[in-house]
């Protein structure tokens, strides 16, 4: 079972960008799908971004596009969120989650590997 841990969280104001990273353990890094999710205070966890086996596939939340970017470098056994022109809203902490399966669904049910999260606070 692939191991994720998050890393690049922090504080920004609005309107600033950061980058994620999600590093996973094991050999098998390419056969997963991944995907970005969040979870605010008091809020149930939703889904922001995902990315298949390659980057050529990909899909993202509605109130994320056109402002985050998902990628994945095989080699490096790591997943990706670029964020940009970032919003109040956007604080929360972030999951990344893998499956083997090779799924890009938004219900976080549906995937079977988490990291711990890092927090994401953008102050207005």
């Known amino acids: 079972q692939v191991q994720l841990v998050e890393s690049g969280g922090g504080t920004v104001q609005a309107g600033g960008s950061l980058r994620l990273s999600c590093a996973a353990s094991g050999r098998t890094f390419s056969r997963y799908a991944m995907a970005w999710f969040r979870q605010a205070p008091g809020k149930e966890r939703e889904f922001v971004a995902a990315v298949k086996w390659s980057v050529g596939n990909t899909a993202y939340a509605d109130s994320v596009k056109g402002r985050f970017t998902i990628s994945r470098d095989n080699a490096k056994n790591t997943m990706y969120l670029q964020m940009n022109s970032l919003k109040p809203e956007d604080t929360a902490i972030y999951y990344c989650?893998?499956?083997?399966?090779?799924?890009?669904?938004?219900?976080?049910?549906?995937?079977?590997?988490w990291g711990q999260g890092t927090q994401v606070t953008v102050s207005s």
């Open positions: 989650a893998a499956n083997d399966v090779g799924h890009m669904a938004t219900t976080s049910n549906l995937w079977t590997s």
